[in-house]
């Protein structure tokens, strides 16, 4: 059985963590290193911080609170927001985080899904794939914030990430994200049941019941948490203990 691991996600905007709801109306939501500190000391399993402006903006992301972040946790950390070359992924890598999250700039360059890989290797490779329902059982992948629909398909993308190499999909449901009214099952299955790399479920999670819907029926490994844990509406303990008296192995 898969141990499911349970992922804070830290979207970070003009060095503040935030959260919207549809990647709009973003409300602040504390500073990243407090954040990460606190989930760190919580029992989170991983941590994934994402400049979430840096590509919209043109920049690079901000490489010196991913090194306070890494200073002050001591779980798997994954960096996201304006990466678009090898030397972007070295950098960051060499600042302290684990794993780097591509989005645009794979779609732009898959090159560089399978460069990376090739040189840092697979499990340091998450592809980020942000999917807006078109039609029954059809999505469509989303770039730069949630912006730019590219006219690829989700599952076809999802294929395609995972021969150039990635080790892992963060999937994101853009008409769930900040609703709390569930992850998208279908969505997250779909992507699931037609890769064998672990899927991250993201956008959605409102309470206890969503996240073991996640896991179970949308086959997810992992399911990200912004909103009901940013806003204490749960905590991570209350999580993992509610997810191992359902079954599940998670890491106590």
Known sequence: MVTIRIIPCLDVKEGKVVKGVH???????????????????????????????????????????????????????????????????????????????????????????????????????????????????KWEVYIESGKKKTGLDVIEWAKRVEELGAGEILLTSIDKDGTQDGYDIELTREVSENVKIPVIASGGAGKLEHLYEAVVYGKASAVLLASLLHFRILTIPQIKKYLFEKGLDVRL
């Open 23 to 137: 990647f709009e109306n973003l409300k602040i939501a504390g500073d990243p290193v407090e954040n990460a500190s606190f989930y760190c000391k919580e029992g989170a399993d991983e941590l994934v911080f994402l400049d979430i402006s840096a590509t919209v903006e043109g920049r690079k992301t901000m490489v010196e609170v991913v090194k306070k972040v890494a200073e002050v946790v001591f779980i798997p950390f994954t960096v996201g927001g304006g990466i678009s070359s090898i030397n972007d992924i070295e950098t960051l890598l060499s600042n302290g985080a684990d794993k780097i999250s591509i989005n645009t700039s794979a779609v732009k360059t898959p090159q560089l899904i399978k460069e990376g890989a090739k040189k840092f290797g697979s499990q340091c490779i998450v592809v980020a794939i942000d999917a807006k329902r078109i039609g029954d059982k």
